[in-house]
């Protein structure tokens, strides 16, 4: 047994346990004050958990109180949007859409008037479906060449089939409140409803009869404007375009004044013998006029009343239309260069006696004269 090694007993005193042991008072008190303390852990706690939970509900109610402003805000920028759309909807529509001819451009007319607008349908119906059919009640050659290519006359030139082709017409404007056309397959026609009293407003109409005029002079087109007697309604829209043209929005260059199938202007060029003969003699008429290439005034042609008769359009003919193609075009230039400046005061007169030279009855009623007065004022 000497061999064996004695056990080694560990010593308690050697053993280190880095602690302080506690009798049962103090560790009863370490107890209470633990429990202690683990309450007012316990409290902060629960008051913590409170106040973070009604941190969470202000949070809440903010969030509700954001969307419900954000909600009207975004409704309230739907309406003004909307608003702005509509808006934009209204002035395409004003721009892009004119107002259609068979739409009535009337003020508030009253039992007056609108009993007058019935009776008046009546009569231009009946009227236009005689003249159309049967016969004409009054001058169907009452035209005149009031513009280059540009015919103003009344309802019964727009039914002389002879006489509109013979002129080289191609569209037609009518002015009337009812459309009874007596060629619709030989012309192109533009309506224009309207009646000729103070209920009538023919501004929304003039930016269409002004495109329409452009289109057919620039495709070198003839027109004739009338309405029932052509003294009023289709001067009116003539004069729209005249000023159109002062005022800068259309090129009288592209106006073709060297057209020779205009052929039965020798009415007008038998008119302007009539107003220019001195002496008749023998059947000779002397005529003088400003010769286009020399410009003299004194160059004086003799023409038989026999020939000029002739349905043949003469050399005679074709230099007296051209002449006063361009001589219209002139007397515009000089309105243009007149009124350049913008001072427009008496631009409504020197139209309508521009136009009252070539057609003598030509007198648009009052209240077409102040829708007139607007335009050329640009309001």
């Avoid at 429990?35 to 941190?55: A, C, G, H, L, V």
């Avoid at 000023?243 to 020779?260: E, K, R, W, Y």
């Amino acid at each position: 047994m000497e061999d064996n090694k004695p056990l080694e007993i560990l010593d308690a005193d050697n053993i280190d346990f880095n602690a302080e042991l506690l009798d049962d008072d103090e560790s009863n008190n370490e107890l209470d004050a633990l429990e202690e303390q683990s309450k007012q852990d316990t409290q902060e706690d629960q008051e913590d958990k409170q106040e973070d939970q009604e941190d969470q509900e202000d949070k809440q109610e903010d969030q509700e109180d954001q969307e419900d402003q954000d909600t009207q805000d975004a409704e309230q920028s739907e309406q003004d949007t909307d608003t702005i759309d509509t808006h934009t909807e209204q002035e395409n529509n004003k721009t892009d859409y004119p107002v259609e001819p068979d739409e009535m451009a009337l003020d508030e007319p009253g039992f007056f008037y609108n009993l007058l607008h019935i009776l008046d349908d009546i009569y231009v119906y009946g009227r236009t479906v005689i003249e159309n059919n049967y016969f004409n009640l009054s001058d169907n050659v009452d035209f005149n060449l009031v513009y280059p290519n540009i015919y103003i006359g009344n309802y019964s030139t727009s039914t002389n089939l002879e006489l509109l082709q013979g002129l080289g017409i191609t569209h037609i404007i009518t002015v009337l409140p009812t459309f009874n056309p007596p060629f619709p397959d030989k012309f192109t026609y533009l309506h224009i409803q309207a009646y000729d009293d103070e209920t009538q407003n023919l501004e929304p109409f003039f930016q269409k009869t002004n495109q329409f005029i452009s289109d057919v002079l620039t495709q070198s087109g003839k027109l004739l404007i009338h309405c029932m007697v052509g003294r009023s309604r289709s001067v009116s829209v003539l004069m729209a375009f005249l000023i159109n043209v002062i005022l800068g929005n259309f090129n009288q260059s592209i106006v073709d004044t060297t057209t020779s199938n205009d052929v039965s202007n020798k009415i007008e060029y038998n008119k302007f013998i009539g107003k220019q003969s001195r002496v008749i003699t023998d059947g000779i008429v002397p005529v003088r006029y400003i010769n286009e290439r020399t410009h003299d005034k004194h160059d004086t042609e003799e023409i038989s009343k026999l020939e000029y008769l002739q349905p043949e359009f003469g050399n005679k003919f074709r230099k007296f239309i051209n002449y006063k193609k361009d001589l219209m075009l002139r007397e515009i230039e000089k309105l243009v260069e007149k009124y350049k400046d913008n001072k427009k005061d008496d631009l409504y007169s020197d139209i309508l006696s521009y136009v009252k030279k070539y057609r003598a009855i030509a007198c648009p009623n009052m209240y077409f004269e102040k829708q007139l007065r607007i335009l050329l004022n640009g309001k």
